[in-house]
């Protein structure tokens, strides 16, 4: 599998925004299965956001975060806006296994290709 690699991470104050980028080390993700987890200090893996034809946002960040596709550039981007401290953890990159966004995603067993991450801090 051709690695993932996650960008646009950093800091940034409570109420502001980021947009973090997911890009295949070689080629592109059009038409792949991608997902958005996000793991913090102490807690469990947390599902974000999960794009094949649809898209599919959990409670908990729906109306903050978006998840899109950029298939001139062959990435996929998620639009984090009103940031919150709770919002603080890596950020994580995956590939699916399979054409669709199962129905169990947000478990994390659908993908066989994960990122590095890449660190959001929400601080004032």
């Known amino acids: 599998q051709v690695p993932l690699v996650e960008s646009g991470g950093g800091w940034v104050q409570p109420g502001g925004s980021l947009r973090l980028t997911c890009a295949a080390s070689?080629?592109?993700?059009?038409?792949?299965?991608i997902a958005w987890f996000r793991q913090a200090p102490r807690k469990e893996r947390e599902p974000i956001s999960c794009?094949?034809?649809?898209?599919f946002v959990p409670n908990t960040v729906k109306g903050r975060f978006t998840i899109s596709r950029d298939n001139l550039r062959g990435t996929v981007h998620l639009q984090m806006n009103n940031l919150m401290p709770d919002d603080t953890a890596v950020y994580i990159c995956?590939?699916?296994?399979?054409?669709?966004?199962?129905?169990?995603w947000g478990e994390g067993t659908a993908f066989n290709s994960w990122g590095q991450g890449t660190q959001v801090t929400v601080s004032s």
């Open positions: 995956a590939r699916g296994n399979g054409p669709v966004c199962a129905a169990n």
């Open positions: 070689r080629g592109t993700l059009n038409r792949e299965v």
């Open positions: 794009i094949s034809a649809s898209t």
